[in-house]
Every structure is written in structure tokens, then in C-alpha cells.
């Protein structure tokens, strides 16, 4: 069964950037979309970016102008560049992947944990 495996989290400053990785455990992963998705303490996960995983098409529902989107497809991989990060941006930083359908994300990884200090 293929596993998805968040890395790249850690504590920056306020202002510095970060490269998140979104890795698939099988070369036959071959999903719809893949979004990344955060969850702050006390508040619910919401939706950062999203790539179509052929097309490459993106969606920033909840990036606010300073993330971009990209995947590798021969490494299995999708990746979330955050610029300026804010204290705010503190969450667990989750990747999904909707595999049966288009807007239901069926896979989950367990996330990578991102604190941004002040």
C-alpha cells in the first residue's frame, strides 16, 4: 500500500523560508491531485496548495501569495516552498493525496511539524 512521508519541518525564524517534501512509498503512485494542508494548534486543518499531478495545474486556496507548488513525478514527490514565514504559519504541515476522485483526499501522510519564532 503506498505510504505518503512529509519531511523538511523544523523551527526557523520569522521571515525565513522553507522547502517541504511530500514523498510516496511506490513507484506506482499515480494520483488525481496532491494538496498540502496545515493544522495550527486548537484550529482545524485547512488547505494551503494543490497540483494536479499530470497536468501540474495549481491552486493556492489558503497560501496567501507566499507558497509555491511543485512535484517531481520521476521521484514521486511533491513539494511545498513557503517565502516570509510568519508566526501564524506555525502548524503541522500535512500532504493528501485524492486518488479515488478529485476533491475527497484519500491518503494521508502524518505531517512534519513547522514553528516559526519571532
Known amino acids: 500500500q503506498v505510504q505518503l512521508e512529509e519531511s523538511g519541518g523544523g523551527t526557523v525564524q520569522a521571515g525565513a523560508s522553507l522547502k517541504l517534501s511530500c514523498t510516496a512509498s511506490?513507484?506506482?503512485?499515480?494520483?488525481?491531485?496532491v494538496g498540502w494542508f496545515r493544522q495550527a494548534p486548537g484550529k482545524g486543518r485547512e488547505i494551503v496548495a494543490a497540483i494536479a499531478w499530470e497536468s501540474g495545474g495549481t491552486s493556492y486556496p489558503g497560501a496567501r501569495g507566499r507558497a509555491t507548488i511543485s512535484r517531481d513525478i520521476a521521484k514521486n514527490a511533491v513539494y511545498l516552498h513557503i517565502d516570509s514565514l510568519k508566526p501564524e504559519d506555525t502548524a503541522v504541515y500535512f500532504c493528501g493525496a485524492a486518488i479515488s476522485g478529485w476533491n475527497e483526499y484519500d491518503l494521508w501522510g502524518s505531517g512534519t511539524q513547522v514553528t516559526v519564532s519571532s
Open positions: 511506490e513507484r506506482t503512485f499515480n494520483p488525481n491531485v
